[in-house]
């Protein structure tokens, strides 16, 4: 089977090449840092501008929280900004080596980064300071990016809450964001391996958390039902998050991608993949949408077989998708929008 090309709705120059992390994306909303000073939001279908704010960079971390955009430059100033509007509602500086930006609830927690300062907790409200976490992490550990984890009372107490986990020690632990206090640990067979760029965790459909601990073991945690080994693999594995989509979990190993049947404990090599060029993935319905350094997003189907391709104007430096249909890819100097729901019509890339 000829594989096909996938849709591309529209793309976007941003003048400069902006850090992947300025760009966040939910149902119906996007924002990205472009032009060296300005945060813009786009209408996710179309890439037209519907409103820009002048900030001090264009290296800096954007969240995307309900009715509010935050933005922590990386001079160090968290801005808060109304997402209809545009308006700043508050900002506070003297931030800087913060790094991570994790919103939950009307709590907002910032640090952790390579160790450099201690977590800090303000309110979504006004940006005044919380408590400090009290969740036993080491002094100066470096932290995974904290995971928002919306916890129901069947699963022991209503409140958000976020996941921790450092470089030293073997274990997860949850932490009410509203007090700070932890209210959830588990055991691993060693710490949470995370890059330095970007989240540790990516979460399936179903809500499991899939993680590596150590270099080989892949893992998911649910909070009603604890942590479990999904896979134990023969070789290192590269730091980011693998993929899960159903029952199949996919691992970018470092020579290509390796596909993981859950059910039957099968495993198959993505075929016709130039060895070490992949760089990671996002879950679509039916497979995966894989990134390459060559400027390549590739899906593949469940079995395996690359089912469609698109080569963008330079590198991609990171897949975000918006839940939906829709899968952003910024790279260098460039943004671009591909609808994925188009995908369904692409023989054999739905189950």
């Given at each position: 089977m000829t594989d096909q090309s996938l849709p591309v709705l529209w793309s976007r120059p941003l003048h400069l090449r902006s850090s992947d992390m300025t760009?966040?994306?939910?149902?119906?909303?996007?924002?990205?840092?472009?032009?060296?000073?300005?945060?813009?939001?786009?209408?996710?279908?179309?890439?037209?501008?519907?409103?820009?704010?002048?900030?001090?960079?264009?290296?800096?971390?954007?969240?995307?929280?309900?009715?509010?955009?935050?933005?922590?430059?990386?001079?160090?100033?968290?801005?808060?900004?109304?997402?209809?509007?545009?308006?700043?509602?508050?900002?506070?500086?003297?931030?800087?080596?913060?790094?991570?930006?994790?919103?939950?609830?009307?709590?907002?927690?910032?640090?952790?980064?390579?160790?450099?300062?201690?977590?800090?907790?303000?309110?979504?409200?006004?940006?005044?300071?919380?408590?400090?976490?009290?969740?036993?992490?080491?002094?100066?550990?470096?932290?995974?990016?904290?995971?928002?984890?919306?916890?129901?009372?069947?699963?022991?107490?209503?409140?958000d809450a976020v996941l921790i986990a450092n470089d030293t020690q073997a274990k997860l632990s949850l932490v009410d964001a509203r007090t700070g206090f932890p209210r959830g640990e588990w055991s691993l067979?060693?710490?949470?391996?995370?890059?330095?760029?970007?989240?540790?965790?990516?979460?399936?459909?179903?809500?499991?958390?899939?993680?590596?601990?150590?270099?080989?073991?892949?893992?998911?945690?649910?909070?009603?039902?604890?942590?479990?080994?999904?896979?134990?693999?023969?070789?290192?594995?590269?730091?980011?998050?693998?993929?899960?989509?159903?029952?199949?979990?996919?691992?970018?190993?470092?020579?290509?991608v390796t596909m993981i049947d859950l059910d039957r404990g099968g495993r198959s090599d993505v075929q016709h993949l130039p060895l070490g060029n992949t760089r990671g993935g996002v879950p679509v319905s039916g497979g995966a949408l894989l990134v390459r350094v060559d400027a390549y997003l590739i899906a593949v189907d469940q079995a395996g077989e690359i089912v469609a391709r698109l080569r963008l104007p330079g590198r991609v430096d990171r897949l975000v998708s918006d839940g939906r249909s829709l899968v952003h890819a910024i790279g260098k100097g460039h943004l671009s929008t591909i609808d994925i729901s188009a995908m369904s019509a692409v023989s054999g890339c739905m189950p």
């Amino acid at each position: 089977m000829t594989d096909q090309s996938l849709p591309v709705l529209w793309s976007r120059p941003l003048h400069l090449r902006s850090s992947d992390m300025t760009l966040a994306a939910a149902a119906g909303a996007l924002v990205v840092a472009e032009r060296h000073s300005r945060l813009a939001r786009l209408d996710p279908q179309t890439g037209t501008l519907l409103w820009e704010q002048r900030v001090e960079d264009c290296w800096g971390t954007t969240v995307i929280t309900g009715e509010r955009c935050l933005y922590l430059s990386q001079a160090g100033v968290l801005h808060c900004f109304d997402m209809y509007s545009g308006q700043q509602t508050w900002s506070v500086p003297d931030l800087r080596l913060r790094g991570y930006v994790s919103v939950s609830g009307s709590v907002v927690l910032l640090g952790g980064w390579r160790g450099y300062r201690p977590l800090l907790r303000l309110d979504l409200m006004n940006g005044e300071r919380l408590p400090a976490p009290t969740s036993g992490l080491p002094p100066g550990s470096g932290l995974a990016w904290p995971l928002p984890v919306r916890m129901s009372p069947e699963q022991g107490f209503g409140a958000d809450a976020v996941l921790i986990a450092n470089d030293t020690q073997a274990k997860l632990s949850l932490v009410d964001a509203r007090t700070g206090f932890p209210r959830g640990e588990w055991s691993l067979p060693a710490p949470v391996r995370f890059p330095d760029h970007g989240s540790a965790y990516s979460v399936a459909e179903d809500g499991r958390i899939v993680f590596l601990s150590g270099t080989r073991t892949v893992m998911a945690l649910h909070p009603r039902d604890g942590v479990e080994v999904l896979w134990q693999h023969d070789g290192d594995l590269p730091s980011g998050p693998p993929i899960l989509a159903g029952r199949r979990l996919w691992l970018v190993t470092g020579v290509g991608v390796t596909m993981i049947d859950l059910d039957r404990g099968g495993r198959s090599d993505v075929q016709h993949l130039p060895l070490g060029n992949t760089r990671g993935g996002v879950p679509v319905s039916g497979g995966a949408l894989l990134v390459r350094v060559d400027a390549y997003l590739i899906a593949v189907d469940q079995a395996g077989e690359i089912v469609a391709r698109l080569r963008l104007p330079g590198r991609v430096d990171r897949l975000v998708s918006d839940g939906r249909s829709l899968v952003h890819a910024i790279g260098k100097g460039h943004l671009s929008t591909i609808d994925i729901s188009a995908m369904s019509a692409v023989s054999g890339c739905m189950p």
